[in-house]
């Protein structure tokens, strides 16, 4: 069964700092990828999302993340964490062929002002 | 608002009562998810449908649990004779087709007493 793992279950950064949250997959097969983040008291928003061409993705925000498949990451990159960042950021895979989401337990994020 | 809907956002339920939740998705999506998330995990998936059919079920998808979309629109998820272990808060995303992004709802957390 496919599954997937995220690093980091805390990260606690200041203002300015620079970001990444690691993620991997089990999956060997093409994969559609995606990173949600759900802000304190919020429903779960698509951050950004890979499907097919150029591994290295944008979002909103100023969030990217690279798809490496040799190494089946996808991890999520931010140069530059606003307090307005802190929430809990969650990898999540679809099998190709499927359409279900599998997610990562989730990363927490602390900025401090 | 247009986006994903689901209600009552909280349930409170004495162990052995029958609980009905309700989730009305992005109104052009054919797509419609039902996800449980219990503390410190990702949402998992339990049944997807594609308009009035019920495609897929998880294992996690106990036989006291039932889930309708009987006109292609909202859905209903049922869990009879609730057990404590079935307290979480309960996801619904919507999108387009198999491929498009998930849209999720706000959730509705079940407490089981």
């Known amino acids: 069964a496919q599954s997937v793992s995220q690093h980091n279950h805390h990260v606690i950064l200041s203002e300015a700092a620079s970001l990444e949250l690691g993620c991997n997959y089990s999956?060997?097969?093409?994969?559609?990828l995606f990173w949600y983040v759900q802000y304190p008291g919020q429903h779960l928003q698509l951050l950004l999302k890979?499907?097919?061409?150029?591994?290295l993705v944008k979002g909103i925000k100023g969030f990217e993340a690279e798809f490496i498949k040799s190494k089946f990451s996808f991890n999520l990159r931010k140069p530059s964490v606003q307090w307005s960042d802190t929430a809990e950021y969650f990898c999540?895979?679809?099998?190709?062929?499927?359409?279900?989401?599998?997610f990562g337990k989730g990363t927490m994020l602390l900025v401090s002002p | 608002d247009t986006g994903v809907s689901q209600d009552p956002r909280h349930k409170i339920t004495k162990r052995g009562q029958n609980v009905t939740f309700r989730c009305d998705p992005i109104?052009?999506?054919?797509?419609l998810y039902w996800y449980r998330q219990t503390l410190g995990q990702g949402p998992e998936f339990l049944t997807y449908?594609?308009?009035?059919?019920?495609?897929?079920k998880s294992r996690l998808l106990s036989d006291r649990f039932s889930a309708e979309r009987p006109k292609g629109s909202f859905s209903t998820l049922e869990i009879q004779r609730t057990e404590q272990g079935d307290s979480a808060m309960y996801l619904c995303?919507?999108?387009?087709?198999?491929?498009?992004?998930?849209?999720f709802g706000p959730g509705t957390r079940l407490t089981v007493l």
């Open positions: 995303a919507s999108g387009a087709n198999g491929l498009a992004p998930q849209y």
């Open positions: 999956y060997g097969g093409t994969v559609n």
């Open positions: 890979y499907f097919s061409g150029d591994p």
């Open positions: 999540a895979v679809i099998e190709s062929g499927y359409s279900t989401l599998t």
């Open positions: 109104s052009e999506h054919n797509r």
């Open positions: 449908f594609q308009n009035e059919a019920q495609l897929e």
